[in-house]
């Protein structure tokens, strides 16, 4: 059995929120730089994540995302199963009856074992990298779109 690139991305998202779990808020970009998933799709995995109160948005400046939970308290069961939405389910197995059967079994044991695994298990998992975010790389890009003009910095460039 293989987890969905959706739940993969999730939790490497989610893993992101937790390495930084007690320093500022984590910004969307970031993450995305950090794991080479676009904003797009991450807004939309946030999107999901929101609603079962795994992660809370904080706005304005240094703002982004933190976990709703604490990472001891959030398991890579509940990631998947805010992300899923009821995807996991294939038509080919709901035409018959003993698959369905069968596959509501297995995917309740494997729901059970992740269940056990938490957020903060796999940061101290020793494969994990301790990836650094670059805190001021948003600024840095935003501030790269623009040259200095003689009204922001006060002086003539004569």
């Known amino acids: 059995m293989k987890i969905s690139s959706r739940g993969q991305y999730a939790i490497k ?50 703002g982004g995302y933190r976990l709703g939970k604490s990472s001891t308290s959030i398991s890579i069961a509940n990631i998947l199963t805010a992300i899923e939405d009821g995807e996991s389910k ?39 990298p301790k990836v650094e975010i670059a805190r001021d790389t948003t600024a840095q890009y935003i501030a790269s779109m623009f040259k200095p003009t003689a009204e922001s910095t006060g002086h003539s460039f004569n």
């Not at 970009?29 to 994540?49: G, K, R, W």
């Not at 494997?110 to 494969?127: A, F, Q, R, V, W």
Request: no cysteine; hydrophobic share 40%; aromatic share 8%.
């Open 13 to 62: 998202a989610m893993l992101q929120l937790a390495l930084h779990e007690h320093e500022s808020p984590v910004s969307l970009v970031d993450i995305s730089n950090v794991n080479n998933i676009s904003v797009s799709y991450l807004e939309q995995l946030f999107s999901n994540l929101r609603k079962d109160d795994l992660i809370e948005g904080v706005r304005g400046p240094g």
């Open 90 to 128: 294939s038509s080919a197995v709901q035409n018959d009856e003993l698959s369905m059967v069968l596959w509501e079994f297995f995917t309740g044991q494997l729901y059970d074992y992740l269940e056990n695994i938490t957020l903060h298990d796999l940061m101290d998992h020793p494969d994990v």
